[in-house]
């Protein structure tokens, strides 16, 4: 079962579960079958998981879980495929994060502007770093088009400008790095 997700073999995972593989299987790491499917972004063979009642949000031992590494991947077709299983929105990664803030951190638009118009994930989620998804799309990003195109999803969604990180640092951010299209909406919604 494990070998048949990882590899995305739909027809495997189907005969494996036929023959009473359990979803919940774990590899030397903790991983399930359909962590590892979607860490290779095979949507067919999740989609099977899913529907033999996977859990989306069973952690490995780095606290990753199915739902938490499309935040990673930014795969849109599996958090589609994965929302279907009722995934715990507010589950943290080892740093604490929700899957929003990798996306916004890697500038994955599509799929945080999906999370945010099909979830009520929280927007300001501040993880063990004491960022939100709004600064680490501008302390981790790089300022380009779809960072910038994040950020405006993120204020559009509610994210507060002016949620700062541990030194208090908002908008300054920004500005330190020469992002002036991402510091001037992040200014005119209020950050400081």
């Known amino acids: 079962m494990l070998e048949a997700a990882r590899e995305g073999d739909e027809a495997a995972v189907r005969a494996a579960l036929r023959a009473g593989a359990r979803t919940e299987a774990r590899d030397a790491k903790r991983r399930t079958p359909l962590l590892l499917a979607a860490l290779g972004d095979h949507v067919a063979a999740a989609r099977v998981l899913v529907e033999a009642g996977a859990d989306p949000d069973a952690q490995d031992e780095r606290s990753d879980s199915p739902w938490l590494v499309t935040g990673v991947t930014g795969s849109v077709r599996m958090a589609r495929v994965l929302l279907e299983a ?7 990664n080892r740093f ?5 803030i990798p996306a916004s951190e890697r500038g994955h638009v ?3 502007r999906e999370v945010l118009e099909r979830t009520s994930i929280e927007v300001d989620h501040v993880n063990r770093l004491g960022w939100t998804a709004l600064l680490e799309a501008v302390i981790l990003g790089d300022g380009g ?12 969604h509610g994210a507060d400008p002016e949620l700062a990180d541990k030194d208090g640092v908002t908008l300054e951010h920004a500005r ?16 400081r």
């Open 145 to 156: 088009p779809d960072h910038r195109k994040v950020v405006a999803l993120l204020l559009d």
């Open 110 to 112: 599509a799929y945080v």
């Open 176 to 191: 330190r790095r020469g992002f002036d299209e991402i510091a001037r909406p992040l200014r005119d919604a209020g950050a």
């Open 96 to 100: 604490g994060g929700t899957s929003l």
């Open 86 to 92: 009722g995934p715990d929105l507010g589950l943290t």
